[in-house]
T-cell receptor, first 112, second 117 residues
Framework: GNSVTQMEGPVTLSEEAFLTINCTYT??????LFWYVQYPGEGLQLLLK?????DKGSNKGFEATYRKETTSFHLEKGSVQVSDSAVYFC???????????FGKGTSLLVTP | AAGVIQSPRHLIKEKRETATLKCYPI?????VYWYQQGPGQDPQFLIS???????DKGSIPDRFSAQQFSDYHSELNMSSLELGDSALYFC????????????????FGPGTRLLVL
């Protein structure tokens, strides 16, 4: 079956630090990969996506590259801000357009 | 830009009562998905509809049912509510257009927070 594994949180960083949240996946087909962000008390917002190998998704300074050889989609940001504090979910859909399988989520806290 | 609308935003029910959650997808989107997110958990897929027909089914309890109407809005009906049904329920929509071309991005609504007492 399909599954997503992401690093456990919480992750606490100082402002302007480098962020990496690891995500690996298992899929029977060729999935599309996503990162969603959930701010406290809010819904899920799409952060970025990639639909084929070696694609790089990027948005608001966040990046992730679809690595088929390592079945990974790690999220990175060069300099985090306090406003980036949220829960980040890695997800896949396989086949594309079908249900999303989410990882357990990684809570990020950025301190001034 | 228009987003997914869910109502109500908050709902409090007693055990064994029923609840109906509503979802209005982004205009022209043809697919609606329902997810359940327990406290501190990741969202779990319940059910989806493509062009008003059920397209996929996940871990939806038999006590729950859903449908998509001619105007593409969807309703999730929950009966014999249990304490464990307390969760955040998300609706998402996408433009899938299967058989022609597709976009796989799901856009989520703000969720309905259900509390069962």
């Amino acid at each position: 079956g399909n599954s997503v594994t992401q690093m456990e949180g919480p992750v606490t960083l100082s402002e302007e630090a480098f962020l990496t949240i690891n995500c690996t996946y298992t899929a029977t087909g060729y999935p599309s990969l996503f990162w969603y962000v959930q701010y406290p008390g809010e819904g899920l917002q799409l952060l970025l996506k990639a639909t084929k190998a070696d694609d790089k998704g990027s948005n608001k300074g966040f990046e992730a590259t679809y690595r088929k050889e390592t079945t990974s989609f790690h999220l990175e940001k060069g300099s985090v801000q306090v406003s980036d504090s949220a829960v980040y979910f890695c997800a896949l859909s396989d086949p594309p357009g079908y249900a999303l399988n989410f990882g357990k989520g990684t809570s990020l806290l950025v301190t001034p | 830009a228009a987003g997914v609308i869910q109502s109500p935003r908050h709902l409090i029910k007693e055990k064994r009562e029923t609840a109906t959650l509503k979802c209005y997808p982004i205009p022209r989107h043809d697919t609606v998905y329902w997810y359940q997110q327990g406290p501190g958990q990741d969202p779990q897929f319940l059910i989806s509809f493509y062009e008003k027909m059920q397209s996929d089914k996940g871990s939806i309890p038999d006590r729950f049912s859903a449908q998509q109407f001619s105007d593409y809005h969807s309703e999730l009906n929950m009966s014999s509510l249990e304490l464990g049904d307390s969760a955040l329920y998300f609706c998402a929509s996408s433009l899938v257009s299967r058989g022609v071309s597709y976009q796989e991005t799901q856009y989520f609504g703000p969720g309905t927070r259900l509390l069962v007492l």
